[in-house]
Every structure is written in C-alpha cells, then in structure tokens.
C-alpha cells in the first residue's frame, strides 16, 4: 500500500483506538465511527459507502406540513398509538394506489421508522405458535435485522438467494418450511444490498407456501418503486410493483419514509398488516402478552411498551406526503432517479480499474441501478476488501454482513456526490495499481 493516498499509521491508530478486532468483519455502524475519527484528525475526506442514508433533501411537502403541526400545537399532545387517522387512511390509499393492494386503514400503523416496526413484528410472530420459534431471512439483507433477533433472543435461519432464483425457490424454501419451526420470512424488495427484484413468479412461491405452512411474510419496501426499469410512478395506474400481498393474506408490510420521500431524520414508517392477519386471534399470542388479536396486541401491547407511539408531528408529514403522491401532485420515484444515475456511473469507475460486480443480473438481465450495487475484486475476500480499501479512502461493508455467500462488499450510492467521482476515480486507480500486481 505504499501508494495509498492516506496516513496508514493513522487509519490503523483509529482502528486500535475503537478496539475492532478484525476492521473487515466490522459492522455498519463501527465503520461509520472509524472513518469518522480518521477525518476528524485530518483533512481527508472519504468517498463513504458503508451507511444507507439518504443524500437528497427531504420531501418539501413534508416539511412544510410537519412545520404545520408544529406551529399548531400537536407536540404538546399524545398522539394514538395505533396512528392518526389521516395518516392511516392515506396510507391505505397510497398502497391501493401503488401496490394495487387493499389493506384497511386500521392496519395502517405508523412506526418509529421500519426498523421499530420489525422488531415489534418480529416479537409478535415469534410468539404466535410456541412450535414456531424460528424466523427465516431470504438472504443477503438488511444486517441489523439480525442484530434485532440478538437483541430478543429469537431463533433465525437464513439461505443467500443468489442460486436459488425463479422455480429454485419453492424447493428451497419448502426444505426450510417442511421442518415445521418457521415462524415467518423476511425479506426485502428491491434488495438491500444486491438490488435484485423478486418477480410476481417468484412471490407467487413465497405466498403460496406461506398459505401452505402458516407462517406470515414480512416484505420490506424500504426501497418502494426505486427499481427504475420500470416505471412505478402513476397512482392508480398499471405497471404496480410486484408484491406478495397479492397471493397470502398473512403479509405484514414495511414501507419507510427514509429513502423515499428522503425523511430519515424523522423515523417514520408504516407497517401495513393485511386485513385477515390483522383481526387473527393466536392462543399462544393472546397468552404471552394478554392482548386479543394480532393487530391489537401489535399497538396496544407492543408499540405501546416500546414507544407509546410515534412522532406527532412526523405523521402529518408523512400523511401530507401520501397524500400528495396519491393525488399525483408528488411524483416521489422521479425524486430519488440521482441514485440510479450515481449507480451508473460508479460502477463504470470500478469495473474500469480492475473490480467485477457481484450481483450482476437479476434473472437473466443486467441488475438494475439504484440504492445500491454489490462489487468485488479479483483473489480478495470481502473482508480483505474492506480492510484494505479503508487505506485507499473508500469505506463500504462486507457483504457477509448481509448474510450472502458471495464475496465482496456493499456499496451504497446516497452519499457519492457526483463531485467526488474524480476522487473515487483517482483512489480506484492506485488500489488497482498496488493490487493488480
């Protein structure tokens, strides 16, 4: 590394510093403090792709419906748990609008982002069946889901979807199923990191078996309508994005306001639960935390000891930005099309000095671009990867992180600002320089 255009003794003084035993395996967020400390004690700044975190502005339509509220006096006053009632019925109409799917407004509730959401989802699922103690990840996904089920001290399984596309799923889904411990599937479309998107074929097999089995799948639309390939913008209209609510009722839906509509500070979300799932009585359920149905206990039981509900003043944002996207006054897919466009051109810059995309089809044609893209180089695992692009001010995750087999590491797009592409550019040709050889 003898070109590397930064301090190597400093890098390593950081990592000693934040006492991270092995910087390939480390976490999201232990990245995030190492490249932190690193720029805080010099004048380096690095092309940062470990965290996904918008890097648009926010929704104006939300802010100014927020600063409405505020000016109106709703932080003084508790909001219901189970949400507002213009942001429960927004949100129904936004699903009706972009998903093609019905989902009453009472199980429309407003979270503390997605990630309060699948922790409350996840507890309630892994006590609805005492047989059943064991949530399955389609893999690679989200990490910090995993560090959920740490946290709770629930059972998971998990398989990397990456050979196991089209007709493959329903046999290996089904060896995992057919054991009798599954309690749920989990997974996110688009993919968080690979970008791949399950088809209607695809989550046909997935719905179909979790009617077979009993179990409840989890979709997370953190990414809703961001597969650019097609357009998913219109209310209303025809294409819609494929959705496994279209063939199970024992769905529980994730749809976030982070990269969207760009609203992550405010940590805000909707986890939709399908009518039938929602009204579901569990004897074992109703017996571990005395509620009555799903849905009640999921408000009245467990978002209220979480949390006691979510941002007063952020629901109406989040009510006054479903509201706009259903009336058509917001397209919110053509807001987030720089991500796309940043996708694009980093890879080129990588694939020109030596790297190979990791993910790199989704059924047969080229992976689309977006949020994020998977990217490798030649006799390097993922973790060496990691390491050794921190030297070269790049900063990314591994992607057995995320739970894949591959090896790689995950780079996200929102912070690549496309004036730092002659950085990344410049930096990508020393790495390749030293590592070619």
């Known amino acids: 590394m003898n070109n590397s255009p930064l301090d190597k003794k400093l890098v390593e003084d950081k990592i000693a510093q934040l006492r991270i035993p092995d910087i390939g395996k480390a976490s999201i967020r232990e990245i995030v403090a190492l490249v932190n400390l690193v720029e805080e004690a010099s004048d380096f700044k690095y092309i940062r792709m470990e965290m996904g975190v918008p890097g648009l502005p926010p929704a104006k339509v939300g802010v100014e419906a927020e600063k409405d509220a505020l000016d109106r006096g709703v932080s003084a006053i508790y909001p219901m748990v189970d949400g507002i009632k213009p942001l429960k019925e927004e949100s129904s109409k936004f699903i009706k609008n972009f998903l093609n799917v019905d989902v009453a407004p009472a199980g429309c509730i407003p979270t503390t982002g997605s990630m309060q959401g699948t922790y409350a989802a996840f507890m309630a699922a892994g006590n609805c069946d005492k047989k059943k103690d064991t949530v399955l990840f389609i893999d690679p996904g989200f990490p910090v889901q995993k560090q959920q089920m740490m946290v709770l001290g629930q059972k998971y399984e998990t398989f990397d979807v990456f050979n196991y596309r089209g007709d493959k799923l329903k046999e290996k889904l089904e060896s995992f199923l057919a054991k009798g411990n599954i309690n749920s599937i989990v997974y996110s479309n688009p993919n968080n990191p690979a970008w791949i998107c399950f088809n209607d074929e695809e989550l046909k097999i997935i719905g179909e078996l979790a009617n077979k089995y009993d179990v409840i799948v989890m979709e997370d639309l953190a990414y809703f309508g961001m597969d650019f390939r097609t357009d998913f913008s219109k209310p209303g209209e025809a294409p819609f994005p494929p959705s496994v609510a279209h063939y199970t009722d024992n769905y529980v839906l994730f749809i976030s306001s982070s990269k969207i509509f760009s609203y992550a500070g405010q940590r805000i979300g909707i986890m939709a639960i399908s009518d039938k799932l929602f ?30 509900g979510t941002s007063h003043s952020a629901q109406w944002a989040l009510a006054a930005m479903f509201k706009a996207a259903n009336e058509g006054e917001f397209n919110f897919v053509e807001g987030v099309k720089a991500y796309g466009e940043r996708a694009k051109e980093m890879k080129r810059l990588f694939l020109e000095n030596g790297f190979k995309v990791v993910y790199e089809n989704d059924l047969g044609v080229p992976i689309a671009d977006g949020f994020y893209f998977t990217i490798g180089y030649p006799g390097m695992t993922g973790n060496e990867l990691v390491a050794n692009l921190l030297f070269y001010g790049i900063s990314a995750i591994a992607l057995d992180n995320t739970g894949s087999d591959e090896e790689g590491i995950r780079a996200c797009v929102s912070f690549v600002l496309p004036h730092q592409f002659g950085d990344l550019e410049e930096r990508l040709k020393l790495f390749n320089e030293n590592f070619s050889k």
């Open 279 to 308: 009204s579901r009585d569990y004897p074992d359920l109703q017996e571990r935390f005395k509620g009555t149905t799903f849905g009640s206990t999921i408000t009245l039981r467990l978002l209220y000891s979480l949390s006691s």
